[in-house]
């Protein structure tokens, strides 16, 4: 199969900064990458590193593939590429081959159907206006809290707060990006490991820290975030949570495929993605809320500025960018 190979890039500011442990966020780049073969069939994909250090390398790799190329060259000249680069153009073909097929709409943009990230210097006070909001709707909420920010005595004692304020229907997951030792790690996991607002302590200790990260799951939930992104081969050994972030994985597919096979314990995550990458994001969440253990995604809704790189349509993005 012969592709027509075109790529735009893109840079936004978030709406708000991002926050954690190990980086702030305020600006995101990356490319968008369409591909057309001779039937005319189109398919969209978005190169989104994580990291702004990955950028060059990125840019670089793309700048090698020809505007006109065969399947097979360039399946094989870019399994050498960066993970991102190798997901959007599996996710690319994924769509021309029909193997993904997006709805018009998925409504992640109600408030109950994403986590919301609380903001490290006002935990309690953005806790009240989320318990406010939470009895106004009467539904279920999730809020997500980034630690490791602040010397620890600050966070247990916000810790003690946030438990003796949320009822049943807020659901927490506390995020430490890979910054505590085991010392601390097992401190919070004896404070939380009886509580049932509790989904997750995340990546608790280093990425590398896999030993660790095993004996602390047997205590308490844990999720595998950056851990995952250094040891992609650990989604198959991996026994608790897993956030799974489709433009990090060098083939998204093989996602698509596990959540359409109800596997379990997965928990899908934005990378900053324009419309094009979130396209992904909303039809696997949207897969994993029927699955046997249904959770609300991370999709950080109220960072994204309003643009067109948010269109619910990629022609659209592509056309305007
Ligand atoms: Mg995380």
Avoid at 18 to 38: M, P
Avoid at 58 to 63: A, D, R, S, V
Avoid at 271 to 290: A, D, M, N
């Amino acid at each position: 199969m012969n592709l027509k190979f075109k790529k735009k890039s893109y840079c936004f500011n978030l709406s708000a900064k991002v926050e954690n442990s190990k980086a702030t966020y305020l600006t995101k780049s990356g490319w968008i990458i369409k591909l057309k073969n001779n039937d005319k069939k189109i398919g969209f994909g978005e190169v989104a590193p994580l990291l702004t250090k990955d950028l060059k390398k990125c840019e670089e790799q793309l700048n090698m593939i020809p505007e006109y190329v065969e399947l097979s060259n360039l399946s094989e000249q870019i399994n050498i590429f960066h993970p991102c680069i190798q997901s959007a153009i599996n996710s690319a073909l994924a769509e021309i081959n029909g193997k993904i097929i997006f709805k018009e709409n998925y409504y992640f943009d109600e408030i109950d159907k994403t986590a919301m990230l609380l903001k490290p210097n006002n935990v309690i006070s953005d806790l009240n206006e989320i318990k406010k909001t939470q009895s106004n709707i009467g539904k279920s909420l999730t809020i997500k809290w980034k630690v490791a920010l602040k010397n620890n005595n600050v966070e247990e004692a916000i810790l003690e707060e946030v438990l003796s304020q949320i009822d049943n229907n807020i659901k927490l997951r506390i995020d430490a990006n890979g910054s505590w030792g085991r010392k601390m790690a097992n401190r919070w996991a004896d404070i939380l490991k009886d509580n049932r607002n509790l989904d997750w302590l995340e990546q608790p200790l280093a990425a590398d820290d896999i030993d660790g990260l095993k004996e602390l799951n047997k205590k308490i939930p844990v999720a595998l975030d950056e851990s995952l992104l250094k040891f992609p081969n650990l989604i198959y050994e991996w026994k608790g949570w897993q956030i799974r972030r489709p433009s990090q994985e060098k083939n998204p597919d093989k996602l698509l495929r596990d959540l359409e096979n109800k596997k379990a314990l997965i928990s899908i995550s934005t990378s900053f993605e324009t419309g094009i990458g979130r396209r992904w994001l909303y039809h696997l969440s949207s897969l994993q809320l029927h699955g046997p253990t249904p959770k609300v995604p991370g999709l950080a809704m109220n960072k994204f500025p309003n643009s067109f790189l948010f269109l619910n349509k990629a022609q659209k993005i592509w056309d305007q960018l």
